[in-house]
């Protein structure tokens, strides 16, 4: 089990802040380019889930899964999206992005007067606290193959 990386986008498809931990295979592309591939991919999924579901949804789409990875999503009231890309073994991190949004994120970022918000988050104390509790995550194993 482990986590592969972390992108937060703001409501623009900025990306606002990006980490990995378990990532073995690199995309081959400039990070700027990636960050607007994967943010293009999540607004198509969301608009298709949306249209398709033959349910009013109210979470709407939460994630999806391949052969070899699982892409989760939480989308805040504001526009704030937050990916977390996982092993096969993670069936629902949609708890662990929360968490992220509401008690690393909001204490960190929206209640330091020191960083501009819709910026690039440049917080230290944000990224060690956020590393911290992604290592101390059940599922986060460092030697994941």
């Given at each position: 089990m482990t986590i592969h990386n972390l992108?937060?986008?703001?409501?623009?498809?900025?990306?606002?802040?990006?980490n990995e931990w378990n990532r073995k295979k690199q995309a081959g592309i400039s990070k700027d380019e990636e960050f607007k591939l994967m943010y293009g991919m999540l607004f198509s999924i969301r608009s298709f889930v949306s249209k398709m579901s033959p349910l009013d949804m109210k979470d709407g789409f939460l994630s999806f899964q391949t052969s070899k990875y699982r892409l989760h999503y939480y989308e805040t009231p504001s526009g704030l999206k937050f990916v977390v890309n996982t092993d096969l073994s993670v069936?629902?991190?949609?708890?662990?992005?929360q968490h992220i949004y509401s008690n690393l994120?909001?204490?960190?970022?929206?209640?330091n007067p020191v960083c501009v918000l819709g910026h690039s988050l440049d917080s230290e104390l944000f990224s060690s606290r956020l590393d911290a509790f992604i290592r101390a995550l059940p599922y986060y194993s460092p030697r994941a193959a």
């Open positions: 992108y937060i986008f703001d409501r623009n498809g900025n990306c606002l802040y990006y069936t629902n991190a949609r708890d662990t992005l994120y909001v204490e960190y970022i929206v209640k």
